[in-house]
């Protein structure tokens, strides 16, 4: 092995190190806001609109909502004007400042005009040929950049194989963000009843240099004409500004207070969030089910006879449901568990996460969700193990369509 390449392994694994001390923060007292595209990079083009002025006004907008509302923040933007900033100066920026949270806005664009609604990308391996989309054109960018070959260490903005290596960076950071792009999205879908497109991870250049928690959030489709009126609009702005502030205010309160981060929140559009383990991507999956079994009993909203069921077969598929997360393992009897039943324990994604009940169908575990709910775990959501392993809904539905 050559110096040079002994070096640079001890310069990732440094790095690595780096990440990992960051990724537990306990404060979040700056956040750098990062208006996409600009100067002679003007992003999505549509009918009537340009994605870098609109981006630039959301950003503008939620800087000021911020200084107003929380003067314990400190605002930093990417750009104030319509400037062209290179895609790692704008990771720079935020590095340099000790940024505990990046936000990149941006809008979305597709050759059909029927696609609209509001996504929130984390960093993470392309899972799908939609998120593998998105992030080149949004990763095009760097083409506008001198020397970007350097800057970007031969990143490929086409490549998909070209992320894999700054993913494992991110990992450090993966909950944080996933459970801010939760926030965000809950918000929008709730509060501004947008349609939902879900939390997904893609490979994009803006996130992967940041060394903290970021998002990039698509706050609708410019080449939709219900999308592109709205995001024109003061109104429209001003929402989506409002909707983003206060998933920003959950989450800084959450941190802060060590409250747990306890995944996403359930949305409008399902009623389950399952985490693809392979790329730890966050995608909705079924709708919560309206059946009734026979003899049940409902009140307050949940099952009262509804109890986890202790399964002995572990080949087979197992529905739970998580409810709480930390950053370092808690015994299985804390207090912090009080009245919850059947507390199990698994890591993922750096971070120990907490489950109760062992249900044989998906059903039981909706039902079982409410129960949770009731007791204060509102963001509660129902995942899938085999051999006590996660696996993803997709091939829960194979194994069980084997039987």
Known sequence: MTEKRIYQRYLILCFLYFFVNLAFSQKVNT??????HGGH???ALGKNSREKDITLSIVLKLRDYINLNMKDVKVICTRDDDTFVELFRRAHIANENNADLFISIHCNSTKAPSAYGVETFVMGLHKSEANLAVAKAENASILLEDDYVEKYDGFDPYSPEGNIFFNMMQNAFLDKSLAFAGKVQHQVVDNLHKFNRGVKQAGFLVLYKTAMPGVLIETGFISNPNDEKYLLSDKGQNQMVEAIFNAFKEYKYQVENR????????????AVNTEVVKGNEYVPAIKESTKKTAGEVVNNGYPSEVKPVAKTDNSQVSYRVQFAMYPDSKPLDSQLFNGIDDVKMYRHAGAFKYTSGDFATMDEALLYRKKLIAKGYKDAFVVIFRDNERITNEEAKRLNEKK
């Open 31 to 36: 956040v750098v806001l990062d208006a996409g």
């Open 41 to 43: 990079d003007t992003g």
């Open 259 to 270: 409250i747990p981060l306890k995944a996403l929140p359930s949305d409008t559009a399902s």
